[in-house]
């Protein structure tokens, strides 16, 4: 799964067959387990240990960074379903842009936390590089 139109539709299957847009809802429902640590640098983390995915979230975000962390960590744990570890450092668009499968946990993300009506072009539309600035722009976000 790759590109932005079937990232798009699959996000929106989740939403319906759930009824919720809250990733970490969404994460209980899909029986992933949500954990917290104080990273120093770390946001999240999604891991795979024995056939159970967990979410670790730093808790010295605030709520709206955490909603995006555990969304951008569901997107990794429902699109790339391996053994691999994901980590989220320091959010920056360089480091994003290393990495595919960052960018699909990012526009899994976006898909799921951002309602259609907000903004005004068509989400499966939006860039790399774009949903890449919703995102920073909502992390960064105090409150
Ligand atoms: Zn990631």
């Known amino acids: 799964m790759n590109d932005s139109q079937s990232i798009f539709k699959y996000t929106n299957e989740i939403i319906e ?3 919720t847009r809250n990733p970490f809802t969404l994460a209980a429902l899909l029986d992933i387990k949500i954990d917290y640590k104080p ?8 891991l795979k ?3 159970r995915k967990y979410i670790i979230i730093n ?3 605030n709520y709206q960074e955490q909603l995006i962390v555990c969304a951008h960590e569901l997107g990794h744990a429902l699109l790339h379903d391996d ?3 994901h980590s989220l ?4 668009l360089s480091n994003m842009d290393a990495d595919q499968k960052e960018r699909e946990a ?12 907000k903004i005004n072009k068509e989400i499966c539309d939006l860039t790399d590089n774009e949903i890449e600035k919703i995102v920073l722009l909502n992390i960064q976000k105090v409150g």
């Open 49 to 51: 240990v024995a056939d």
């Open 106 to 117: 990012n526009r899994f993300a976006v898909s799921l936390l951002v309602k259609p009506e």
């Open 59 to 61: 808790p010295n975000l």
């Open 89 to 92: 450092m320091a959010l920056s």
């Open 83 to 85: 053994s691999e570890a």
């Open 17 to 19: 067959r759930y009824k």
């Open 39 to 46: 990273y120093s640098i770390l946001k999240g983390h999604y």
